[in-house]
């Protein structure tokens, strides 16, 4: 399945990373950028199927909300990527313990805050929208916070290597998977027992099962999401909420809401479809009022709506 986000090279990533960590330790954010543009230029042209996928987002999403002026030409296509590279440096500085918590706004701060006290874990949906590393700073609200965040490295693992060599903090753990099977399902329990919070993403095809997917509007037309979420949800029998985090002015502004009481799945298949479809639905839509709020920051660089 060659057009699935996980068999996508990311071609020249780890260099221009790198390049670009190096600028910033020596020469601080200002020359950062004056650097930015040639290395996102680079990519630009050389990754044809991901500045075509960026293109396609782009025009769905002009046709959806053209009052938003991105109407998915080659400026607004390098802009998303320009957005992309932003993001990327932002999570360099999280991880370096570099980042000014007084940027952060922070919606519903108290119920996440109660949570962490009554020692009340759970679900985080979330996607691949602005730039999650930030909740770090959520570490000084509270030492008790942990977020276990499962992520298949194999999409990621060049990126992981270059965070892995700055990572200062103990307060998130990558847990890799492309599934979540028996033994996974008993350590995310115990977890979410001992009050921590799970967290993954709802906006992408599962790797080892394309297949297990709903197909939901988003952006006025139909696209696949991921079954899994609302699996593992179900399994957990805990509280799941979403959590998006994402540039706005000179902040960040992180989005923490309850989304299911919990999630109660039916055995019979068509009528487990069905359900898995309801409890979805809400977050895509939540997904989709965020991304209006914050288009250049929804980082899904392959044909998301292709059916698998």
Sequence with gaps: MSGHWAAMEERGVLWG????????LLLGRPFFRLFLYPVVGYYFVVNRRARAASRDYLRRLHRFAPQLGLDGGLWHSYRHFLSFAECLLDKIVVWLGRFDTAAVAFHNRELFLRLLDQGQGGLIVTA??????????????????RLNILVHTKHAEKFNRLLGSVDRSHHMTLIQVTEIDPATAILLQDKVR?????????????????????????????????????????????????????RRGDGYHIHFD???????????????????????????????????QAPLQWFNFYPFWEAP
């Design 194 to 246: 001992q009050g921590e919070f799970v967290v993954l993403v709802g906006d992408r095809v599962p790797v080892s099962s394309p297949q297990r997917v709903v197909q939901l509007p988003f952006l006025g037309a139909p696209a696949p999401f991921p079954q899994g979420p609302w699996l593992l949800a179900h399994l957990l029998q805990c509280p799941v909420f979403t959590l998006f985090c994402y």
């Design 128 to 145: 691949h929208l602005g730039n999650l590393e930030v909740c770090r700073a959520l570490a000084d609200f509270r030492r008790r916070l």
């Design 17 to 24: 990373m790198r390049f670009l960590l190096g600028v910033y």
């Design 258 to 292: 309850p989304l299911h009481e919990q999630v109660q799945l039916p055995q019979e298949r068509a009528e487990r479809l069905a359900s898995i479809r309801a409890y979805a639905r809400p977050f895509v839509e939540r997904l989709q009022r965020h991304c209006l």
